[in-house]
């Protein structure tokens, strides 16, 4: 079955650690966003990419790194810079364009140790 | 810069209500809008799309229209189940070409028997 991959499904950072969650399509699409979402403030862009090894920032990209380096897979970094990364993760996919739905993964719950 | 508001925030009823949740956005030049259902600790599921140039768009007891002069959108539920309970979120396409989608903070349902 075609969908979207996000692992690992909780994650447990230590202070001044990067840590790096994955996320993998198989729907072939070639648009890949990540969110993140805090309890009452719905979802917030990351950042997106419409394209192998090309990618934007969204409205909270400072702390946050990603690379697109096939077109099946988008991971996001989350740095020591970002000091506040408790979250909830969420990774989606769509066809550029199109009136075709966005697609998402289950998410990673990002805590502090 | 589109901004998505969705009300009321939560909602409660008894099984067997029909039901009306409401999206309104500040921008009326759209490319689609989108309703999603979110279950706790879980990703996204797209529910409906509405394209720019419909009016509404149904799925089993679910009915989305759209109004995109006044800016409206509203999700219907008829016979509302337990097993509805989730919380539903609107996200809006703009069309000027970014097709990034706008989130509401979402509408949290509880159907209790």
């Known amino acids: 079955d075609g969908g979207i991959t996000q692992s690992p499904k909780y994650l447990f950072r230590k202070e001044g650690q990067n840590v790096t969650l994955s996320c993998e399509q198989n729907?072939?699409?070639?648009?890949m966003y990540w969110y993140r979402q805090d309890p009452g403030q719905g979802l917030r862009l990351i950042y997106y990419?419409?394209?192998?090894?090309?990618?934007q920032k969204g409205d909270i990209a400072e702390g946050y790194s990603v690379s697109r380096e096939k077109k099946e897979s988008f991971p996001l970094t989350v740095t020591s810079a970002q000091k506040n990364p408790t979250a909830f993760y969420l990774c989606?996919?769509?066809?550029?364009?199109?009136?075709?739905?966005?697609?998402f993964g289950d998410g990673t719950r990002l805590s502090i140790l | 810069k589109q901004e998505v508001t969705q009300i009321p925030a939560a909602l409660s009823v008894p099984e067997g209500e029909n039901l009306v949740l409401n999206c309104s956005f500040t921008d009326s030049a759209i490319y689609n809008l989108q309703w999603f259902r979110q279950d706790p600790g879980k990703g996204l599921t797209s529910l409906l799309l509405?394209?720019?140039?419909?009016r509404e768009q149904t799925s089993g007891r679910l009915n989305a229209s759209l109004d995109k002069s006044s800016g409206r959108s509203t999700l219907y539920i008829a016979a509302s189940q337990p097993g509805d309970s989730a919380t539903y979120l609107c996200?809006?396409?703009?069309?000027?070409?970014?097709?990034?989608?706008?989130f509401g903070r979402g509408t949290s349902l509880i159907v209790h028997p």
């Open positions: 509405i394209q720019s140039s419909q």
């Open positions: 989606a996919s769509s066809i550029i364009g199109s009136n075709q739905p966005q697609h």
């Open positions: 990419s419409q394209i192998v090894n090309d990618f």
């Open positions: 996200a809006v396409k703009d069309s000027g070409g970014s097709y990034i989608p706008t």
């Open positions: 729907l072939n699409h070639d648009a």
